[in-house]
């Protein structure tokens, strides 16, 4: 008998596939139908706090522009608290949901300002989310931002959400820290309870007809998990957070290969988003039907099978990693490609 | 004790609330905003006096909310309700119930104006003296202090006597005078209005368990008798009354009486008055009594039971002259009701010897629709009265140059107390100065030793308007209710204001001007026309600038400027350290903005500490160096009317204007917002010819008719001024002739709405579309030129326009243009659509409201006429009445008409068989139709001008109604859904040939945001804080159960072609016709440069299914019943969630909102089951039309 149980933040999970923040979550419905198709969890898509912050500007200019400005009339809406409620919808959501499904639902959130961040974990956690993600997802457009300042935001965020909750918390974090290693364990450090390697950033696109610059939204592909599949495991064994893999899944196989690396959790969002909500059960009977094969009675035992593992230098491991690489893109493609 | 610094509406109602168990209510200004507090409060469970939550409930007008109020009387339950003007005038009926009942119940009122040659929502008595005679006592108050002490006053005093009680005050004057005054304990509360009171009314209330007979019918045998019966209650009233003041000033130190006197014991002149004016005249009394004269004042607290005793016994008996002044005017009268009452008292007392002389008594009139009263006035009534034979009958305060009623005085006068500072802001509507103030106000009302006040002028026009901030602050309580006539501070929150309004006017002598420049400190002197630098110069004014625009769209709040322009008034004036004065508005921002997020709070805070760097002492030279004069107010070609009589009201000196200046009967010339040019908008449409494909969907949509179409011939293009454009006519068969989409830059709004409905994007993907705004100077006044320009182009021929389309729509010319409407309105695309199609045969009746007011409210009106001198007769009556005024006009015009063709038949050989018969067998549904009926009623016109005889003279006094007039009733949906619900339900099932197009913005836009029976389920409105939970009233489908009535319901921005057809098809029915048009509004919280795309929503949602319901199809045996909009194709969510009144809900109450959002989409299921089931019906189904066929 095949088990796919396994431990996430803490939380028991019946498996380790867990759908990502996505549009996938927009209604409680959608995630009924994730649970019915078998993950182990759901993050809810994020909660912007940025957004909260522009609507609660918006709404007030809308109310304000009006005010005393004729006899008649000072104002044109009832006097109530309008903007308190900024992040009232998603929290109500977030409540709909936990209360909808038996599998553990956890808060995304995207903070603005540290109070922010605190003040809407809380939130989240008064709302019934089993645990939160915390996504600092920006693009330090300023140039004059030092890597350090940004390393060190991550490890406040880590604090000042710790200090606002009791229910764990994981960071998801983009792939561009020139020591990522040395985040993680920082993050760890802080008390962090998961690390979500890694983001991928919806970078705006140029068209060359109309000479614009517009938003772009491409689902990912299995070559982009390597990154994540390497750090995961070099950072196995090597920091007490769990660890979620994000980013290219397709089949069961890429689950598989996460969970060898040392992922507690493997998330997807865009494989269930090409082929519906009810791929996820594929996913899992992918990932059942390997280790029946394979004969692995359980996911722990699958889990981190090839990790770096103790005693073994990372940088080895990447370096062996990379020239078996360049070894093999030259059989394939020939000499002269992979020296230009 | 709580010091507070609140207005006197917010005074009132914190005692009314406490001492009611049921406010019934129904808004209109100024006394809406009790209505709205009250209810504000119940819905956050704020308790009365006895731990219960008073019930508050909107009725569907005031004559409702008084038929509700005797209702919960005759229960026993403590009631009130809260009205003015033509509301109190519809709670008269039942005030006579209420009274002849001897009920204990008390009304506020915020004294307002009656409509009779105008409406007016200003301040005067009309009001509370046309309810004088009802048996209500009247108690009135003259400052906010008193509004909230003698409300107490009423409520202890009509328990005591029960008789019920009017409590008022001077509308705006005191309702929006905020002060700084003592607030009253519960305790005092419960000590004046004890228990044993109310178990005693609710002992007299009706019950089953001890049941009696109340409202009977009585004959000529008892019914004299039954109405002399209450007469002790009334003699005991004015005891009661008094007792209770007596039992307050022991409670709270404060003292009233019934009448009181104020001045020189042995005063020779003594003025009597009440309200507000009582405050200034007793101010006026001290300043003249120091200079030793010998006057005084008697001020009347109680006006019924009208206490004639009391009243002769605080005349001095040295009083040789007695001037009555009375706030409101009663035509044809002996003289007005305090004045007459008056003359009785002390005649009667003379009479029978309680007094050894008699004294002159004259009357006077002052103050009406919130005219200024001043200490000049004042002093100016006291000369008059030292006249040898003083005037009677006069007036103060006026130029009455035909009845030669007017007093003279000096209007400079001021007797203010120098320790009291005074501070004048001018400002825009939508910058915050007003509320910025109000928080100013309140922030140094805070300190236990100082008082405060503050008063608000708004002008005329609902976008664009100027506001005028009026301060006083000092160490001594303020009792000035007149505006500051001499400033030590003046804020000109829009440079702009210079140039239209007298800013400088206000300074006095070595005081503060502080500007907001939108240009560097260098310039801002140069900036400056020559009169102001001048007036600057020989005030001696200090000179600031601040460029706040710019700090604000630093902040992050582009046009704000209000905080920012507090922080210079605090640091400029020194009020206050600066320090603290900055932490204290810091802290009124936090009070303030806090519950609208921290992101506001920030933004704002951020505005404050960016201001002191930013704000600049300017150096004043010593001479004047500019050359600029100011703009003239009106162009020198205007028509005299508007150059001397409009042009004085836009320019703020309306106040000059003598009585022979204006209309005898409230008739007004059309069209003359054309003269206005407000420049409201730095922004302004730009038309892009190149790129234009000529669809007239920019200018359907413009709600200012700023737009303009003409195709012409090439030829017409000799002249034109350098960078007029035009592009070849995209027309088959006109090779010649060209295009020109004309902005009228200086009318636009910067609405946006035009580049909305713009379909076409000229560079592929860019966002640049064929009409864009622009900021560029130069287009505001290149268009200055082109217009002149476009207008000598002859206007287009109707015959050849093919206005079916929208494409032909927009050569027809626009006859309401440049209203002062909202920017971005959605109302008002449809009057412009409606004076368009039927402009020069078209009569409008008019409900009151936001389209009354932005239709009719002088200096200008937007109704306007063409070349011809044709275009939109039009009238406002009433509110409640519109539907019935609107059919009274149809009706004479069908009298008229029928008349016309009588007397047309009869004069047959005089005028020729032919002509006669063409006329009277003439169809005139098509323009060409109309047109050649006009034609031939013109020839008429011409053979009647040689035929004599009464037949001829009758013929000729009607014979342009031969040519089929178009009378038309609009409103909003306040009237058509609530208060003239009974009247327009009447003329839907009057058969009668009539026109009605009700805008619907789905709430009372006019009077704020509160709720009607169209506010939509899930939507937060007044009244309706918690969300609206009753489905929106399916106007469309009770109209179309008649089966006689043409119904549409239309959204132009959804879908013009079909709102284009309908109105055609509505106007051409022979039968009446409704058309329902969905029109967004300031009050949904939107974007309203987005409210096009908001009503293509609502369609696409199922809220607004566009369909119509024609009788004449049903009577060709076919389906009426049209389903113009496809089936939903978005959830009601994606729509409502758009607007901030249902947003509000969903963040305050989500579970409320889940829920309500459910049965809206229910409802909206639901509706479209039935509507498409009707779409899909046989004929036979639907009820017929059954009146008879004209032949």
């Known amino acids: 008998m095949t088990t796919l149980t396994t431990t996430y933040l803490g939380l028991s999970l019946r498996n380790p596939l867990v759908a990502s923040a996505s549009p996938l979550s927009q209604t409680t419905d959608d995630v009924r139908a994730l649970a019915d198709a078998g993950v182990g969890a759901v993050v809810l898509y994020s909660l912007f706090e940025e957004q909260i912050r522009q609507q609660e500007v918006a709404d007030y200019e809308l109310v304000a522009m009006h005010e005393d400005s004729f006899g008649e009339a000072t104002s044109y809406f009832p006097d109530v608290d309008i903007v308190a409620g900024g ?98 364990r920082e993050l760890d450090a802080a008390g962090v309870d998961g690390l979500v390697l890694f983001n991928r950033f919806l970078q705006p696109d140029i068209d060359i007809e109309t000479l614009t610059v517009g938003p772009s939204v491409t689902l990912s592909s299995p070559v982009e998990s390597g990154i994540a599949r390497t750090w995961i495991a070099i950072l196995r064994g090597r920091v007490k957070a769990s660890l979620a893999a994000t980013t290219g899944v397709e089949t069961g196989a890429d689950v598989v290969k996460y969970l060898l690396a040392g992922a507690d959790v493997v998330m997807t969002a865009s494989a269930l988003m090409r082929h519906g909500t009810g791929y996820a059960t594929t996913l899992l009977g992918e990932l059942t039907g390997w280790m029946e094969r394979k004969r692995f009675a359980s996911v722990d035992e699958v889990r981190g099978l090839l990790a770096l593992g103790d005693g073994v230098d990372a940088a080895q491991y990447e370096r062996a990693g990379y020239v078996a690489a360049l070894t093999h893109a030259k059989d394939m493609y020939g000499d002269f490609l992979v020296r230009s | 004790m709580t010091r507070t610094t609140i207005d006197g509406n917010e005074a009132t109602v914190h005692v009314a609330h406490r001492l009611s168990e049921l406010c ?70 039942n005030m006579y119930k209420i009274a002849g009942e001897l009920t204990s119940a008390v009304l506020h009122v915020a004294a307002r104006s009656l409509a009779a040659q105008g409406l007016s929502i200003f301040g005067d008595h009309q009001d509370v003296m046309a309810v004088r005679q009802t048996g209500f006592a009247l108690l009135s108050s003259g400052s906010v202090q008193e509004a909230h002490d003698l409300a107490l006053v009423a409520h202890a005093a009509t328990l005591r006597s029960r008789i019920p009680f009017v409590h008022f005050f001077d509308g705006f004057r005191t309702s929006h005078e905020l002060n700084t005054i003592d607030l009253l304990d519960d305790a005092v509360l419960r000590a004046m209005v004890p228990e044993s009171l109310v178990h005693e009314h609710r002992m007299r209330a009706l019950s089953p368990e001890r049941p009696f007979v109340r409202g009977t019918a009585q004959n000529p045998d008892v ?26 000033a ?168 120098e320790e009291t500072l005074r501070a004048v802001f001018f400002g825009l509507g939508s910058d915050g100065t007003v509320g910025a103030n109000k928080n100013t106000i309140k922030i140094l009302g805070e300190d236990p030793n100082r008082n405060a006040q503050a008063y608000f002028v708004y002008d005329s026009k609902k976008s664009g308007g100027s506001t005028v901030s009026h301060l006083r602050f000092g160490p001594h309580p303020i009792k000035a209710p007149y505006l500051v006539g001499s400033a030590g501070f003046v804020g000109c929150h829009h440079f702009g204001l210079l140039d239209k309004l007298d800013v400088l006017g206000l300074a006095r002598p070595g005081g503060v001007l502080l500007l907001n420049a939108p240009m560097p400190k260098e310039e801002v002197w140069d900036a400056l026309s020559a009169p102001a630098q001048s007036e600057i110069l020989a005030k001696g004014l200090q000179l600031y600038a601040i460029d706040a625009d710019s700090v604000a769209r630093g902040a992050g709040l582009p046009g704000r400027t209000n905080t920012i322009l507090q922080t210079c008034f605090f640091a400029i004036s020194g009020v206050m350290p600066r320090e603290d004065a900055i932490e204290a508005i810091k802290k009124s921002i936090r009070k303030t903005y806090g519950r609208r997020g921290p992101e506001v709070v920030r933004r704002n805070e951020a505005a404050v500490d960016a201001t002191l760097a930013q704000l ?35 320019s703020g000196r309306g106040d000059d204007l003598p009585v022979s200046a204006l209309p005898v009967d409230g008739t007004f010339p059309s069209g003359t917002t054309a003269y206005e040019k407000r420049r409201i908008s730095d922004i302004v449409a730009q038309w892009d010819p190149q790129g234009c494909i000529q669809c007239g969907n920019c200018a359907f949509v413009c709600p200012h008719a700023v737009l303009r179409s003409k195709f012409y011939d090439s030829a017409a293009l000799d002249g034109a001024p350098e960078g007029f454009e035009s592009a070849p006519l995209n027309a088959a068969g006109l090779p010649q002739s060209r295009y020109t989409l004309q902005v009228y830059t200086e009318d636009c709004t910067g609405c946006g709405l035009c580049v909305e409905a713009c379909p076409v994007h000229p560079i592929p993907g860019s966002t640049r579309k064929a009409i864009n705004l622009s900021a560029d100077e130069d287009v505001m006044e290149r268009g200055v030129t082109n217009v002149g320009f476009f207008e000598s182009i002859a206007q287009n021929e109707r015959a050849r326009v093919d206005f079916g389309t929208v494409r032909g729509a927009q050569f027809l010319q626009p006859l309401f243009e440049f209203s002062g409407a909202c920017s971005g309105c959605g109302e008002t695309p449809y009057l412009k659509l409606l004076s368009q199609l039927f402009g020069d045969r078209l009569t ?94 013109e020839e008429l016109t011409r053979r009647l001008e040689g035929v004599e005889g009464p037949v001829a003279q009758d013929l000729r006094s009607v014979a342009d109604h031969l040519v089929r007039r178009s009378v038309w009733i609009v409103g909003g949906d306040g009237w058509a859904y609530d208060i003239g619900s009974g ?188 509507y498409e089931e009707m779409a899909t019906r046989g004929a036979s189904q639907f009820i017929p039309d059954a009146r008879k066929k004209k032949s």
């Open chain 1, 87 to 184: 992040a009232t919808p998603y929290l109500r959501h977030l409540e709909n949901c936990a209360g909808a499904v038996d599998i553990p639902v956890i808060g995304s959130l995207n903070g603005a300002s540290l109070d922010g961040w605190a003040q809407c974990a809380r939130q989240m956690q008064d709302a019934g989310a089993a645990a939160i993600e915390v996504n600092p997802y920006a693009v330090p457009g300023d140039v004059r931002v030092a890597g350090a300042s940004i390393e060190q935001r991550h490890v406040e965020i880590v604090h000042a959400v710790k200090s606002a909750v009791t229910i764990p918390v994981a960071m998801k974090l983009s792939p561009f820290f020139s020591a990522t290693g040395t985040m993680c």
């Open chain 2, 24 to 93: 019934a209510i129904y808004p209109i200004t100024p006394s809406s905003t009790m209505a709205e507090l009250a209810d504000d409060w119940s819905a956050k469970g704020r308790a009365n006096i006895w731990g219960t939550v008073p019930t508050v409930i909107e009725m569907q007008s005031e004559g409702g909310a008084a038929g509700a109020l005797h209702g919960a009387l005759q229960g026993g339950a403590l009631s009130t309700t809260f009205t003015a003007s033509q509301g109190l005038l519809l709670m008269i009926p």
């Open chain 2, 223 to 248: 019914y004299f008798q039954a109405r002399e019966t209450v007469n002790p209650f009334y003699a005991a009233t004015p005891g009661i009354v008094q007792e209770v003041m007596d039992e307050l």
């Open chain 2, 250 to 417: 022991g409670h709270t130190g404060r003292a009233y009486h019934l009448v009181e006197y104020a001045g020189h014991p042995e005063a020779e002149r003594v003025v009597v008055i009440m309200g507000s004016g009582g405050e200034t005249t007793q101010e006026t009394v001290d300043h003249l009594v120091a200079q030793g004269e010998k006057v005084g004042v008697v001020r009347i607290r109680l006006y019924r039971p009208f206490p004639a005793e009391e009243l002769v016994a605080a005349i001095p008996a040295t009083a040789r002259v007695i001037g009555v002044l009375d706030r409101t005017k009663e035509p044809g009268s002996g003289g007005e009701p305090l004045y007459l009452d008056v003359i009785a008292a002390l005649s009667a007392a003379y009479s029978e010897g309680r007094i050894a002389a008699m004294p002159r008594v004259v009357g006077g009139r002052y103050g009406l629709s919130s005219k200024e009263f001043t200490p000049g006035m004042v002093a100016g009534v006291y000369a008059a009265l030292a006249a040898e034979r003083p005037p009677t009958g006069f007036t103060v305060g006026i130029v009455d140059d035909v009845s030669r009623t007017s007093i003279d005085y000096d209007p400079t006068l001021v007797i203010e107390d």
């Open chain 2, 616 to 650: 600049n002492r300017i150096e004043v030279p010593q001479n004047v160096t500019s050359q600029r004069s100011p703009r003239p107010v009106v162009s020198q070609e205007a028509p005299e009317f508007v150059r001397t009589v409009t042009a004085a009201m836009m």
């Open chain 2, 844 to 937: 409008v009746a008019n409900a009151t409201g936001c389209s009354s007011i932005y239709g009719g409210n002088l200096p200008t009106t937007p109704w306007t006429r063409n070349a011809q001198g044709r275009g939109p007769a039009w009238s406002n009556s009433l509110f409640e009445d519109n539907a019935e005024f609107g059919l009274g006009l149809q009706i004479a015009a069908d009298v008229h008409t029928r008349l016309a063709r009588e007397r047309l038949a009869m004069l047959r050989d005089q005028v020729g068989g032919d002509l006669v018969d063409a006329i009277l067998a003439a169809p005139q549904i098509r323009e060409s139709e109309l047109a050649a009926q006009r034609t031939r009623v």
């Open chain 2, 983 to 1170: 009247g327009l339900d009447h003329v839907l099932a009057s058969g009668q040939n009539v026109n009605i197009l009700v805008m619907d913005t789905e709430v009372y836009s006019n009077t704020g945001g509160q709720s009607s029976k169209a506010t939509p389920i899930a939507a937060v409105a007044k009244f309706a804080a918690a969300g609206k939970s009753v489905a929106k009233k399916d106007l469309a489908l009770q109209a179309t159960a008649y089966g006689s009535v043409y119904v549409a319901r239309v959204a132009l921005g959804a879908d013009p072609q079909q709102t284009l057809r309908a109105f055609r098809e509505a106007e051409s029915y022979d039968g009446t016709s409704l058309v329902i048009a969905y029109s967004h509004c300031i009050a949904h919280g939107i974007d309203m440069s987005k409210g096009l795309e908001q009503q293509k929503r609502a369609v696409n949602s199922g809220h607004w299914p566009l369909m119509r319901y024609d009788p004449t199809i049903r009577d060709r045996g076919e389906n009426p019943f049209f389903l113009d909009s496809p089936r939903p194709t978005i959830p009601l969510s994606e729509y409502i969630y758009k607007e901030l009144r249902y947003r509000m809900l969903r963040q305050t109450a989500p579970e409320e909102a889940e829920r309500l959002l459910g049965l809206a989409q229910n409802a909206v299921d639901q509706r479209w089951a039935v």
